[in-house]
């Protein structure tokens, strides 16, 4: 069977951002609301997915733009940020 797990932004920054590894899923990915765009929130690119077996790290803004929005890997995924403080979520970012 297909399953996923969804994260909001506040999820991601309260739950998952430099704390614990999240399912093991083939794909990650990271959609943005409009109006948040990665060339003006540099945030974007110091927050990343980790493929903890792969041992692979994407930046939020790399995934975004990619064609898919996804990101192929082995999986468990971790966020992890040298400066977790500056992550916002004025904007939704949902990581799937």
Not at 30 to 53: A, K, M, N, W
């Amino acid at each position: 069977g297909v399953s996923s797990f969804v994260f909001s932004c506040e999820e991601i920054q309260t739950r998952l951002l430099n704390t614990q590894r999240f399912e093991s899923t083939v794909f990650a990915c990271v959609f943005f609301e409009e109006g948040l765009d990665p060339s003006t929130s540099s945030f974007l690119h110091d927050i990343y997915l980790q493929d903890q077996d792969g041992k692979k790290s994407y930046s939020f803004a790399s995934v975004a733009v990619s064609p898919t929005g996804c990101v192929r890997g082995e999986g468990p995924w971790t966020v992890i940020s040298d400066h977790p403080s500056n992550m916002r979520c004025d904007k939704e970012i949902a990581l799937i």
